[in-house]
């Protein structure tokens, strides 16, 4: 299984990003899809997450910028995220949460992650 994110980058203040996040190999299923982060010397944190059936929940840092959703079809994950501020900049990682065969456990599966500046 590989979780690839892509869409990162630099941005001014005030600006937009949209990530997106693909899963490919061989799985059953993914149930729950997020989008965490981690900037330098802190530790890493939800940005957002949604189900399979598009239930979505939003740290309360998002204050409305961010919408997270998914093509279950395409296995692929997207954010997109408006009114970009200097506190966003973070290594932005895309996690699947996925059982590899029928009634298999679910494990977390991790992207390598992908970098948005904002910087003016």
């Known amino acids: 299984v590989q979780v690839v994110e892509s869409g990162g980058g630099l941005v001014q203040p005030g600006g937009s990003l949209r990530l997106s996040c693909v899963v490919s190999g061989s799985f059953f299923n993914i149930y729950v899809m997020g989008w965490y982060r981690q900037a330098p010397g802190k530790q890493r944190e939800l940005v957002a997450a949604?189900?399979?059936?598009?239930?979505?929940n939003y740290a309360d840092f998002v204050e409305g910028r961010f919408t997270i959703s998914r093509d279950n079809a395409k296995n692929t994950m997207y954010l997109q995220m408006n009114s970009l501020k200097l506190e966003d900049t973070a290594v932005y990682y895309c996690t699947a949460d996925l059982s590899l065969r029928v009634g298999g456990r679910v494990g977390k599966y991790w992207g390598q992650g992908t970098q948005v500046t904002v910087s003016s």
């Open positions: 949604i189900t399979s059936g598009d239930s979505a």
